[in-house]
C-alpha cells in the first residue's frame, strides 16, 4: 500500500488547526504563564489527528475529586463529538487518550 506522511505538530498547527491561545488568555486576565518548557516536535498519523483535536477542545471538560482527576465530563464531550461531526473511533480513540492523560495528570498531581 501506499506510505502514509507523518504530519509534525507544528506542520499541522502552522496551517489553521488548533490555536493555542494561553498567553494571550492569560495576560487579558492578569496572569503569568510559567515558563514554557521546550519539547521535542512530535508526529502524528493524519488519521489519528481528528482524535487529537477533539482531545485539545476537550482540555476544559476534566472532572477531579480529591483523588485528582477522574476523567472527561462525558455529556460535554459528546456536544463537542455531534458539534464537529467526529465518526465514534474518533470518541474511542479520545477514550484511549483519556485514560493515559489521567494516569499522568494523577501521577504529577501526587508529585
Given at each position: 500500500g501506499k506510505k502514509k506522511k507523518l504530519i509534525s505538530a507544528v506542520e499541522y498547527w502552522g496551517k489553521?488547526?488548533?490555536q493555542d491561545e494561553r498567553e494571550k488568555d492569560a495576560?487579558?486576565?492578569g496572569l503569568k504563564m510559567p515558563e514554557k518548557k521546550v519539547e521535542k516536535d512530535f508526529a502524528v498519523w493524519p488519521e489519528n489527528w481528528p482524535a487529537v483535536e477533539l482531545f485539545l477542545r476537550c482540555q476544559t471538560q476534566w472532572n477531579t475529586s480529591v483523588g485528582g482527576v477522574t476523567g472527561f465530563d462525558y455529556s460535554s464531550v459528546i456536544a463537542l463529538v455531534?458539534?464537529?461531526?467526529y465518526d465514534v473511533a474518533v470518541?474511542?480513540?479520545l477514550q484511549i487518550m483519556e485514560a493515559a492523560a489521567i494516569e499522568l495528570l494523577n501521577k504529577q498531581g501526587s508529585k
Open positions: 489553521g488547526g488548533v495576560a487579558i486576565l455531534n458539534m464537529y461531526a470518541f474511542e480513540d
